[in-house]
């Protein structure tokens, strides 16, 4: 059976909605729960990020009894099918640890991102200096950058709606299952809005797709006559059966 987590991310823990932990093939709650958390952190982290996350995670782990009770009386609105099913628990005191983990992240992604286009502007403006790259190329080049740009750019944007709005939810201990999950499925949707914007942002992605439209709508049909044979255009789908 497939993992389906519910993820309450106002109290930093998880709740399967499909796996039985008392069934022998499933996985320990635990290790879903790790499991979701590492997925969670690999769309929008380095892989450093993980790594580090999981291993002081697991220094952080409550007492599991003890941290039920104080997230439920927290969170009194929690569905009761969610308190009788198995919870686990990898941060009860999460605010600072989670302001530290997110400056942390961001301070990651930025240095690289900085570090990498800024080497790679640096190099195309050495290279077109020292006459060693053509105008033409030069001009390729920068029209790449600026698609490249884009590309990143606009679902960085998308995703970090969702992100923000439930950072400031986690800090302010406000708990809201439909913000989450509605969080968590526009988050899901970066992998369809990087894309749609590549295929606007680069022309050669932008021509094929289009091409392969117009060939795939319209193709060419030989007609044979007993007198002559000719070539007609047949647009897809026009063709209907006779009864």
């Known amino acids: 059976m497939p993992i389906r987590p519910l993820f309450l991310l106002q109290s930093m823990c998880m709740y ?18 790790y499991m979701g958390d590492m997925e969670t952190c690999l769309v929008g982290s380095s892989l450093f990020c993980c790594i580090l996350v999981f291993v002081l ?6 007492d599991q009894e003890l941290a039920k009770k104080n997230v439920f009386k927290r ?19 999460y605010k600072w640890t989670f302001i530290i983990f997110v400056t942390a992240g961001l301070a990651i992604a930025i240095s690289e991102i900085s570090f990498f286009a800024g080497y790679l502007i640096w190099n195309i ?11 033409k190329t030069y001009q390729m080049q920068r029209r790449f950058f600026f698609a490249l740009i884009v590309q990143v750019t606009i679902p960085f944007i998308f995703f970090f709606g969702p992100a923000f709005v439930l950072g400031i939810a986690t800090v302010n201990d406000y708990y809201n299952q439909t ?12 992998g369809f809005i990087s894309t749609i914007v590549m295929i606007i ?15 795939n709508r319209f193709t060419l049909k030989k007609v044979d006559s007993p007198q002559e ?11 209907r059966p006779i009864v």
């Not at 399967?16 to 729960?33: A, C, G, K, W």
């Not at 969170?75 to 005191?93: G, S, T």
């Not at 989450?180 to 899901?188: C, G």
Request: aromatic letters at 10%; one cysteine or more.
């Open 75 to 93: 969170l009194p609105c929690l569905p009761k099918y969610i308190r009788e099913e198995n919870i686990f628990i990898f941060l009860e005191d």
């Open 125 to 135: 403006y050495e290279q077109f200096k020292e006459n060693k790259m053509s105008k």
């Open 16 to 33: 399967n909605l499909n796996v039985r932990t008392s069934l022998p093939y499933s996985m320990p709650i635990p290790v879903q729960t």
């Open 179 to 190: 913000l989450n999950n509605q969080a968590l499925i526009i988050v899901s949707c970066h």
């Open 229 to 239: 044979s000719a070539f007609v255009v047949v647009k897809r789908g026009s063709i």
């Open 57 to 62: 995670l697991t220094r952080l782990v409550p």
């Open 201 to 215: 942002a680069h022309r050669p992605y932008r021509e094929v797709l289009l091409n392969w439209i117009i060939h």
